[in-house]
């Protein structure tokens, strides 16, 4: 299979990265505005540098959009007028409104899927098959100041993974109360799930780069950490006691076997195989336009 990367930015040179690792994959071609950046990454992963959109998508049978936001909605365009299948980078578009309307562009039969990557991350599934009634989660995402990131909010630029795990993973069902505060930069989320809360923090001042999952449930507490790939659990006390008048309990902890892997190239491979066998892609279109309604409403919470 041919595949395709256009927008040759950060996650843009991470796609064609793995696109050039991933056996599935036989030729490589890449197309960014940027001439020279996509000849570069061209000469490192031996792939091939397109005129245009209209001839990379020409010439390929998948496709990965990495361009900034604001150029979702035109170039997932111009993929559907050519019937190549696509993974376009989160936030799906700038939008909830253009996200609705790139929806109501795609054909049944064709696949395409959103890189909402932390979905990818292997704690996720083992944290989904230990959950059972949480009483209480939290998830902090924080980041030190970035260059990188211009045009949105730290809401669609780092929350949005956690409200991704957090609607369509942990609590996929039943109606919430939201309160937030927060501006461009650092942001809190209190979301009411009947009676569990959900805490959601994001910042982009940060002194350290934190990705966290807490989660309490009557009889034990989830602990996960996204970057090392590692979740503990943590069950109840045995035993308490007083000991030369200092509390003691008795902690027992677990921690979980996590089969640690690359979430970008599970993400890539799973888009792949999708592709090849006429298969949704597990992150479809109307969940990232779930994930971007929360992001707006999140919003509107400090908008004035």
Known sequence: MDAGVIGVGMMG????????????????????????????????????????????????????ICVPTPFHLSVAGQALDAGVPFLIEKPICATAEESRQLIGMIPEDLVVGVGHIERFNPIVPEIKK???????????RHNPASSRVSGSSVVEDLMIHDIDIMRNVLLPEGSYRLAGSGNQDVCSALFSFNETPVYLSASRKSSKKIRMV????????IEGDFMAQEVYIHRKPGQYAVEDERYVQENIIEKVLVNKQE?????????????????????????????MEICEEISQCFAV
């Open 13 to 64: 040179r991470n796609h064609a990265r793995v696109y050039s690792e991933l056996k599935a994959v036989d030729s490589l071609y890449l197309y960014d505005i940027n001439g020279k950046a996509a000849r570069d990454l061209a000469d490192a992963f031996g792939a091939t540098v397109s005129t245009g959109v209209e001839d990379l998508l020409a010439n390929v049978d998948a496709v990965s």
């Open 130 to 140: 230990i959950v059972r009634e949480p009483l209480y989660v939290e998830m902090k």
């Open 214 to 221: 807490y989660i309490e449930e009557e009889e034990f507490t």
């Open 263 to 291: 979430p970008l190239k599970l993400e890539l491979s799973t888009f792949i195989e999708c592709v090849a066998r006429g298969r949704e892609f597990p992150v479809t279109p109307e969940q990232a336009l779930l994930n």
